[in-house]
């Protein structure tokens, strides 16, 4: 039992000659199967087959070839206890010390278009995590490799000391059971979204680090960046960054909320954000002429904000963001003009999305200390709604065209929540109020004179006519808001007053 034995089975080949080159060199036998057998033959690396260490042949279209004792004995063996040693010298078995292994390619397979069910499920791998799962359950005397990125250090540790240090061990097996799971987790959501199932007895998830992060929402918090596996491409997860410093905690989360209100539009339109509130919406004829109504919105607030625009920034609009601070811009693209000019900020971050509309099956996760809360995404807009109009004025075209705007811009901001808008830009926003009249307010007080004719939206119902008041006695003239309060009496007769015209919706859009 004097010389070392490691097991080589992988699909993603990547370095894998050189590896078992070294190994080799290193005095080990190399056990391995299938197309990592092959491609290791083909280099003159010499190979001892599966079925030789087993005497019993590959199975069931190669379903069956590692799950025998003769492997998993060599794998959980204690090399340190006699017994254990005893008993796989009776048994003809022979210890194996490395394993290196990753697993068939089950998202890669699922991530294609069209596959059929049957693909997915034979990408499911049997043999490779139980190889992985035993090696690293005994990796006080098994060192496991699943990621070719830690090929080096192990080859370092094995020329320096003829072993691998048991903390590089017990790490490199915490990286296994890692990976096992998230593998798990995603067979798991395959499989659960086959079925249907929408909130499963077990909820597992698994994310993909994208990047480590100096520090979180305030600087004595620890932070990274976790990435959905086969997530929505529309997403900063996915967002391709052309210039600027690294993102924030705080820009990734102003980002994201930015990206969730342009995706509400099909005109262009230009969003500006600040504290994952909207401070401006605009939408125009041009990406220039709706991010113009976007700043005029609030001039003030825009600054050091995030803007997404869901059209190419061109010269004439870069222009103009360039005349103010921006944390952000992101678009599906910037012309080589727009490059030319907003690059001369060194520090603005400008990243490209690809806005394509999905139907992914994401939920919306929210961690509580101890718990978590999961629910699907508000996507609902007026087309889901039933609609009412229990005043005695209707609204007129352009008050329609206005109360849709308000509609979309007032589910995004943080309840309660009050939009004010024309029908091409928002004028006010009252945000995460602790009572609706209080949002009223802040909303038309920052709509000022341009509230005479606006519209105003609500995320939520009036629970008194107070908010009517208000807003009647600043001007405007339409109101949206989803109804159901039993003193929605009370509100209609008040909008009845002013000559107000209002819509019912039937639909909440609580944001907290």
Known sequence: MSKKRALISVSDKTGIVDFAKELVELGFEIISTGGTSNALIEAGIPVIGISDITGFPEILDGRVKTLHPAIHGGLLAKLDEAEHVNQIEEHGISPIHLVCVNLYPFKETISKPNVSVEEAIENIDIGGPSMLRSAAKNHQHVTVVVDPTDYTVVLDELKKNGETQISTRRRLAAKVFRHTAGYDALIAEYMTNLTGEVFPEKLTVTYELQQSLRYG????????????????????????????????????????????????????????????????????????????????????????????????????????????????????????????????????????????KENKNEFRLTSIEGGLLVQDYDRAGLDEATITIPTKRKPTEEEWEALKLGWKVVKHVKSNAIVVTSKDSTLGVGAGQMNRVGAAKIALDQAGKKAQGAVLASDAFFPMD???????????????????????????????????????????????
């Open 217 to 356: 929402e305030n600087p004595h918090q620890h932070a990274a960046f976790y990435k959905k596996p086969l997530g929505s491409s529309f997403s900063i997860a996915n967002a391709s960054q052309l210039h600027g410093k690294e993102l924030s905690y705080n820009n990734i989360n102003d980002a994201a909320s930015a990206l969730s209100i342009v995706e509400e539009f099909n005109e262009p339109a230009a969003v500006a954000v600040k504290h994952m509130n909207p401070c401006g919406v605009g939408i125009g004829k041009t990406i220039f002429d709706a991010y113009a109504k976007a700043f005029e919105a609030d001039p003030v607030s825009i600054f050091g904000g995030i803007v997404a625009l869901n059209r190419e920034v061109d010269e004439q609009t870069a222009k103009k963001l360039h005349e103010i601070f921006l944390e952000i811009i992101i678009a599906p693209s910037f012309s080589k003009e727009a490059l030319n000019i907003l690059t001369t900020k060194k520090n603005i971050r400008l990243l490209t999305v690809p806005f394509t």
């Open 466 to 512: 107070d908010t009517v008041e208000a807003a009647g006695q600043a001007g405007i003239t339409a109101i949206i808001q989803p109804g159901g309060s039993v003193k929605d009496a009370d509100s209609i007769k008040k909008a009845d007053e002013y000559g107000i015209a209002m819509v019912f919706t039937g639909i909440r859009h609580f944001k907290h």
